[in-house]
């Protein structure tokens, strides 16, 4: 049937066909095959760039690749990855892997570091330092893996870095956070302490000629009580949303940095909100029921650049539309709700993932939902139950999980045990990877086939010795690239001795 189409229509459908079977078409048919080997590099090109949309991947990661053989091997990573997995798992073993300690410049100390963020694709690293952002290239041309410089910027003094999100496969979006002092205020007949809370937005995006270039987009402040605490929960677009759990009731704040205006309001009729996240103009809460949705207000112009939380108490707004789990979870707060790694919230027509994590009875379980939102029509709206999970917890002491990576149209997660000596820290890495997401008529029969299924967890590299501490760790779960940031103690004076970054691939021979 394909082989009667014109042939530019032969390519277009080819480029839009799954990698795998690609592979198919040119092992079934002879023309077929013929046809895409003779236009490999464009169509593994495209493959490629369709691989970082559905994976999330960095597209100025490839931009070095020229022949048809490194695109197409770039193209089957997120396969290779999953296979890797599958294959541990089968034999109750790590994942094999190459790890090798990063070469810095002998002039650049890692003393100062803070954070670091594996930007997706494996090949780039953000670093932050006492008010320094940098970005490093791990693997530049003839250099394996002696990191080079791309930019270092001076961005101020921050607390913390709040979030980084990927628009377009081509741009990074930064968030840090710069809270001063608290400040007394006084009245009449009494004294309040209030803090500033500045949030700064961030873009880094890569030039034509290869040039990591950054500049600020907005700052924002919020002045509230010493005793409230900020919660960044989603950057989306060009909307940063806030929720504030405060000692009377909840505050909810969203930032559009495009328009530059705010809307904020008191949240009224839901209590104990363990997660929240929005769409262009909705916003959603979930708690131990389901998701409670409402429509954003009208922004105000952001004249002052901030705005005195206590102010917005003044507008309530109550959610108009409930989509109910049908059951009752016991969760509690937003290490609960597992979301996504670069995106957390309603894109367009697009349906969002979520996780949800109890423990009953000894046991971790994650359940899966698929939430599909019509603003236009509420009763084309869905919360669906995609699978449902479990891992025996007394062979493991306490698992704090990050948001999950897409890998071969599955979740991928990091989990990191943690364990109390004079401090917490981690002593172990594992790695998850969910079944493949099924959406239509065939889900209902895969979940019953699902239910109750194992949640693997597969060692990341050796135990972690209790001398050595991994204070940051970053994985590319479609690429097989893993970076963490090491520290060591001197055991006579207990003050750091050594800081390092250990960079690991999943898929090169040990």
């Known amino acids: 049937m394909l082989q009667r189409l014109p042939f530019e229509v032969e390519l277009e459908i080819i480029e839009y066909v799954d990698v795998r079977d690609i592979i198919s078409l040119q092992l079934a048919c002879k023309s077929l095959y013929n046809l895409i080997e003779g236009h490999s590099k464009l169509i593994w090109r495209r493959c490629l760039k369709r691989q970082c949309v559905e994976n999330g991947l960095f597209w100025p ?30 034999k109750g073993k790590e994942i094999p892997h190459t790890v090798t300690k990063l070469a810095f410049p002998p002039d650049h100390s890692l003393a100062a570091l803070e954070d670091i963020y594996l930007v997706p694709g494996g090949r780039y690293l953000l670093t ?23 930019m270092h ?36 007949d009494s004294t309040i302490f209030v803090c500033i809370s500045t949030y700064e937005f961030f873009e880094i995006e890569v030039s034509d000629e290869g040039a990591f270039e950054v500049r600020s987009l907005s700052r924002f402040c919020i002045v509230h009580l010493g005793e409230e605490f900020v919660n960044v929960y989603t950057v989306l677009g060009g909307k940063v949303t806030f929720h504030v759990n405060g000692k009377d009731f909840d505050t909810t704040l969203v930032w559009d940095y495009v328009r530059n205006g705010y809307a904020g309001w008191k949240l009224g009729g839901i209590t104990d909100i363990c997660e929240v996240f929005s769409s262009d103009d909705h916003i959603f809460y979930i708690n131990e ?44 707060s937003a290490e609960q709700v597992i979301g996504g790694d670069l995106r957390w919230g309603i894109l367009e027509d697009e349906p969002l993932i979520f996780q949800i994590k109890e ?19 509420d009763q084309k709206s869905s919360l669906k139950l995609l699978e449902t999970s479990e891992c025996n917890m007394t062979e493991y002491k306490n698992l704090a999980s990050r948001p999950y990576q897409v890998c071969d149209n599955r ?35 895969e979940l019953e086939k699902r239910e109750r299924k194992e949640l693997r967890l597969i060692p990341f590299g050796a135990h972690i010795e209790l001398a050595k501490s991994a204070h940051a760790y970053e994985f590319c779960a479609a690429t097989g690239k893993a970076a963490i940031l090491w520290s060591s103690e001197d055991p006579d004076t207990g003050l750091v001795a050594e800081t390092w970054i250990n960079y690991y691939d999943f898929l090169a021979s040990p």
């Not at 048809?68 to 294959?87: M, V």
């Not at 423990?359 to 029509?377: E, N, P, V, W």
């Open 153 to 188: 910027h001076w961005v101020g003094p921050f607390d913390n870095l709040v979030c980084i999100n990927m628009v377009d496969n081509g741009k990074l979006h930064v968030v840090l956070s710069f809270t001063g002092e608290e400040q007394p205020v006084t009245s009449s």
């Open 289 to 332: 029921e389901g998701l409670h949705a409402a429509k954003i207000p009208p922004l105000k112009p952001n004249d002052i650049g901030g705005v005195l939380l206590r102010v917005l108490a003044q507008d309530v707004l109550v959610p108009t539309s409930f989509y109910s789990y049908g059951v009752k979870y016991d969760i509690a």
């Open 61 to 90: 990661t490839y931009k070095d690749l020229s022949t048809a053989a490194e695109y197409k091997h770039a193209s089957i990573l997120p396969i290779l990855s999953s296979r890797a997995y599958q294959s541990a798992t089968k």
């Open 359 to 377: 423990h009953i009875d000894g046991m971790l379980r994650i359940h899966r939902y698929q939430f599909k939102f019509d603003a236009t029509d």
């Open 411 to 445: 979740l991928a997660m990091i989990w990191a045990e943690e364990v109390a000596e004079f401090d917490w820290h981690v002593s172990q890495l594992f790695l998850s990877l969910s079944s493949p997401v099924v959406d239509g008529p065939a889900a209902a029969v």
């Open 128 to 150: 932050f330092e006492k008010g320094w952002m940098a970005v490093w290239d791990l693997n530049p041309p003839g250099e394996q893996l002696k990191p080079k410089e791309m």
